[in-house]
């Protein structure tokens, strides 16, 4: 279970790892500039991945009743 874990380190490398790759203008998508886009993106997929290590760690389930 310790690789559910290491799911965390994908939105601080979505963030900051990627970042120089989309310092850029051009294309625009959904009327943004790329980078403001990759960021926005970036702030919704943190959550949901966040989301999917609470339900998938084993440690979250002490107080579950089955």
């Known amino acids: 279970m310790r690789s559910i874990k290491l799911l965390i380190a994908v939105p601080f490398l979505g963030f900051l790892g990627f970042l120089p790759w989309a310092n850029r203008i051009e294309?625009?998508?959904?009327?943004?500039?790329?980078?403001?886009?990759?960021?926005?993106?970036?702030?919704?997929?943190s959550p949901i991945i966040l989301m999917i290590v609470y339900k998938l760690d084993p440690d979250n389930r002490e107080g579950e009743t089955e």
């Not at 294309?27 to 997929?45: A, R, S």
């Open 27 to 45: 294309p625009y998508v959904l009327g943004m500039p790329f980078l403001l886009f990759w960021l926005v993106l970036w702030m919704v997929i």
